[in-house]
């Protein structure tokens, strides 16, 4: 799950590196601040978006039977769904870079809280983890997630 994670976190930097060095080559012309607040409010609304994800999933039957292996697809799940949410910010930075609304600091400063955001969003911390596990034992099951990422 962790090698998943980091693979997706790497070609997510390496396109935000390629979004900010190509369409952010030519300056601010007029510098559109507006563009980078807006963006990092979709950072903050992304975020808030996907962490109450973190303890809003759905609690596993008590006689599962096999609960390890369905709350690990369940995570599995959850962290593809947050990476596309997050992801979004990205992606209309790069939308905004291509058309020339905004230049390369203003990308710079919307991208640099993105990928933050999506690095703490979609990594399975101890807090993310353990989270997500009471959510799911909520009716008694052992999801297992605890021991799963202690190692």
Do not use: C, Y
């Not at 390496?14 to 601040?33: C, I, N, Y």
């Not at 995570?75 to 990205?90: D, K, N, Q, T, Y």
């Not at 997500?132 to 799963?148: C, I, N, P, V």
């Amino acid at each position: 799950m962790k090698r998943f994670v980091a693979l997706q976190l790497g070609v997510t930097a390496v396109f935000a590196v390629l979004v900010v060095a190509v369409f952010g080559r030519d300056g601010d012309p007029g510098a559109r601040w507006w563009a980078a607040l807006a963006l990092i409010a979709l950072v903050f609304a992304a975020t808030a978006l996907v962490s109450r994800w973190w303890s809003g999933a759905g609690s596993l039957p008590a006689d599962e039977p096999a609960p390890q292996g369905t709350a690990m697809r369940r995570l599995s799940s959850h962290i593809a769904r947050a990476f596309l949410v997050l992801e979004v910010p990205l992606v209309v930075s790069a939308v905004l870079g291509l058309s020339g609304l905004i230049g390369g600091l203003v990308l710079l400063v919307a991208v640099v809280p993105a990928l933050a955001a999506l690095t703490f969003g979609t990594w399975p911390t101890r807090r993310n983890v353990d989270r997500f596990a009471t959510a799911l034992e909520r009716d008694g099951a052992d999801s297992g997630l605890r021991e799963a990422f202690a190692r």
